[in-house]
Nanobody, 120 residues
Framework: QVQLTESGGGSVQAGGSLRLSCVVS?????VGWFRQGPGKEREGIAS????????TYAASVKGRFTISRDNAKTTLYLQMNSLKPEDTAMYFC????????????????WGQGTQVTVSS
């Protein structure tokens, strides 16, 4: 059984940075981050394959956000730099026994979410 617990959300001005953390229990094949902005669909933004360490990103965050994990694979991070108001959303940690965790229908496990608000 996989359990996910996020932390690290908050409010920041445009151009600022935040780091999200997710404590992962269990051994899913992939872990990742999704977000859901006001009135928008949930979007997969970053994924890491726990077997190979392969990282993939959505175009909307590539070059600004970095996904990483600790060596024990118990904590997942999302470093968010150069934040924009359009990054305002609820951010969710996600896991699955799939090669990649970027597609919502593949996700088997969700965290409770943490709010990120970026002001202009």
């Amino acid at each position: 059984q996989v359990q996910l617990t996020e932390s690290g959300g908050g409010s920041v001005q445009a151009g600022g940075s935040l780091r999200l953390s997710c404590v992962v229990s269990g051994s899913p094949l992939c872990v990742g981050w999704f977000r859901q902005g006001p009135g928008k669909e949930r979007e997969g933004i970053a994924s890491i394959n726990n077997s190979r360490g392969t990282k993939t990103y959505a175009a909307s965050v590539k070059g600004r956000f970095t996904i990483s994990r600790d060596n024990a694979k118990t904590t997942l991070y999302l470093q968010m730099n150069s934040l924009k108001p359009e990054d305002t959303a609820m951010y969710f940690c996600a896991a699955a026994d799939k090669w990649s965790c970027l597609i919502q229908r593949d996700i088997g496990y969700w965290g409770q979410g943490t709010q990120v608000t970026v002001s202009s």
